[in-house]
């Protein structure tokens, strides 16, 4: 009995996590797994690149979990610099075209897994492709961006977009010497939080000597007689940048998937059931940043950029198409970051999004230590929750502060996911020492104010 082939379109975090989880299920005899990947390099951390161009981390090789060569060593089948350009559901076959030499070629498939990530948003403004403008996607544009920053005379870099990526990068061209500023659209970055939380992020930052512009939308790129970037150009002011690095976010890269007839869901991410399976199709499979999750919190589908999810998503998809069961219930919505010492957290839901969620709801707002007051070294950070109002569910945390302020947001995830009342979580055995903790925790302490403002809210 003939082998049968499974098609693994994408190379990186979940596309060969699934093709290996799949390839430890079931040998080469029973399944060949052909993997196409258009880039240079496979399964590498892009959440790394910040700190590789900050020189936190030395170099990209650092950043790789595992090379091509590595992959082949465990008879998966992988071909770089390979781009696939369409998909025949009907005919359960994958175009592709060879980069290096411009040839295309047809591959059958018994199994499909649409591991096609997300692309950069690159708005179309004027000068916008110039050189100096980087993005930073994937590790050849962190190279680039490197290179760029070692041959600018000038130290000015603007950044544009002040959410995660733009947050890291503003850090990482401050430690690369530069004078930098931050423009974005909303009134405080991080539009990840709530308004109040972004502007502690806001206030940090100017206090490390990042200049903000917020409420601004950038017009377009001016150039040099040269075509290199000279400047930020938005609505209000221009400003002045010998490097500018987008960091407004990306969006699913579905666009093959979109051409082939697979259901896209509000965010322009496939919607795939709880086996990770494209709804409606029993022999292809979707993970990563191309795919939208379910929000165990509002109920609805979201599209959450993270490695975390899309190494899960491989997984899960491997289980399922090597012959094995698993299933990805959903998300709650946690991330975390940082600029210089500045930690920030968030989880479940901000209040708009609780909103929009039809939810009624009351917020609580703490300010505490990271360790005993009288500690050497405390630092104080600020904790916010959502809660239900009439039954006390967490809806939502978020966290700004120093040392230690971010991983505590996982006690409130783990909350979320076990859907928690506030009231319950004030007796969660948390463990406590001076150097770590206030006797009481300040999640806690910010679950004892949540508790106390749901009940004179009323019932």
């Excluded at 409420?215 to 010998?242: H, M, N, P, S």
Aim: glycine share 14%; proline share 5%; charged share 20%.
């Amino acid at each position: 009995m003939a082998a049968e082939r499974m098609v693994v379109i994408g190379g990186d975090a979940a596309g060969m996590s699934a093709a290996s989880q799949a390839r430890r299920l079931r040998g080469p005899e029973e399944l060949e797994i052909v993997a196409f990947e258009r880039g240079h390099f496979t399964s590498y951390s892009a959440c790394g690149i910040p700190y590789w161009v900050g020189g936190d981390v030395p170099g990209p090789d650092d950043l790789i979990a595992r090379t091509p060569e590595e992959h082949r060593a465990r008879a998966i089948d992988l071909r770089m610099r390979t781009e696939a350009m369409e998909i025949d559901v009907a005919g359960q076959r994958v175009r592709v075209r060879d980069l290096a030499d411009g040839t295309e070629s047809w591959t059958g498939f018994d199994k499909l897994v649409v591991a096609t990530g997300a692309r950069p948003v690159r708005p179309p403004l004027p000068g916008i492709n110039a050189p100096g403008v980087h993005g930073v996607q994937n590790l050849d544009d962190g190279q680039a961006l490197l290179d760029a920053l070692g041959a600018t005379e000038g130290r000015q870099a603007v950044v544009v977009g002040a959410g995660y990526i733009g947050v890291e990068m503003a850090e990482a061209l401050l430690k690369r010497g530069y004078r930098v500023t931050v423009v974005y659209r909303d009134d405080q970055p991080m539009a990840t939080l709530d308004p109040d939380m972004g502007r502690l992020v806001q206030e940090a930052m100017a206090g490390m000597g990042i200049t903000t512009v917020g409420g601004t939308a950038v017009t377009g790129i001016r150039t040099g007689a040269d075509g290199r970037v000279r400047a930020v150009v938005t609505d209000a002011a221009e400003y002045l940048a010998d490097v500018v690095v987008l960091g407004i976010g990306v969006e699913p890269e579905t666009a093959l998937a979109r051409a082939a007839g697979l259901p896209l869901g509000p965010h322009g991410g496939l919607l795939t059931d709880l086996a990770m399976r494209v709804r409606g199709h029993e022999n292809i499979w979707a993970g990563g940043d191309c795919v939208e999750v379910f929000d165990l919190v509002s109920g609805s589908t979201r599209h959450i950029p993270l490695g975390t999810h899309a190494n899960k998503h491989g997984q899960i998809i491997g289980a399922n198409a090597g012959g094995g069961y698993a299933i990805f219930p959903g998300v709650v919505g946690t991330a975390v970051s940082k600029v210089c010492d500045l930690e920030i957290a968030r989880t479940g839901l901000r209040e708009k999004d609780a909103h929009r969620a039809g939810l009624q709801y009351v917020t609580a707002t703490i300010e505490s230590t990271n360790s005993a007051g009288y500690y050497p070294g405390a630092a104080f950070m600020t904790v916010k929750m959502l809660a239900e109002r009439r039954t006390g569910r967490l809806l939502g945390t978020q966290i700004v502060g120093r040392e230690g302020a971010a991983k505590r947001v996982d006690i409130a995830a783990v909350a979320l996911t076990a859907g928690m009342t506030v009231e319950a979580m004030t007796t969660l055995d948390l463990g406590y020492a001076p150097p770590f903790s206030p006797v009481w925790d300040p999640v806690l302490v910010a679950a004892r104010k949540a508790t106390t403002t749901v009940r004179k809210a009323g019932v």
